[in-house]
């Protein structure tokens, strides 16, 4: 039964790895750092397979550093982009994933629209008035 849950845990982590191992954070025309692909990904490719693998996801986030604490590195390199926006998160199977929501060549930049999230998930912020429009 251990053996059973040690490569279980083996193979989770070695797809997420895989799934962020195509990732770059680098300087962005939005703001500041960014997260770029450095793989051409099609429209519904899973980016990264859980956003949030830590913590408890019934009760998703009442603290902000809580919420910062338990994501994915990467993800907190995501900009705010509205019209350019590339991205969505989704809820499936108690994960929550980014995927591509349209084709994003190599070395894009990964965006996603904070308000449409927001409206999702009301635990995610919105974006803010200085926010620079894209």
Known sequence: MYIYLFLLSIT???????NTNN???KR???????LFTNK?????DIIILDVWPYGN????????????HDMIHEVKYLNHCNIKSNSDINFIDNKYILTA?????SDNEILIDY?????K????????PNYKKC
Request: aromatic share 18%.
């Open 121 to 128: 998930y009301s635990f995610i912020g919105f974006s803010q």
């Open 57 to 68: 996801k019934k009760n998703m986030y009442p603290h902000y550093k809580k919420f910062f």
């Open 23 to 25: 990732l770059i954070i």
């Open 40 to 44: 051409d990904l099609k429209k519904n």
């Open 115 to 119: 308000d449409k999230l927001h409206k």
């Open 101 to 105: 929501n349209k084709d994003i060549k």
């Open 12 to 18: 989770f982590l070695i797809l997420l790895n895989y």
């Open 28 to 34: 962005s025309n939005i703001h500041g750092k960014g």
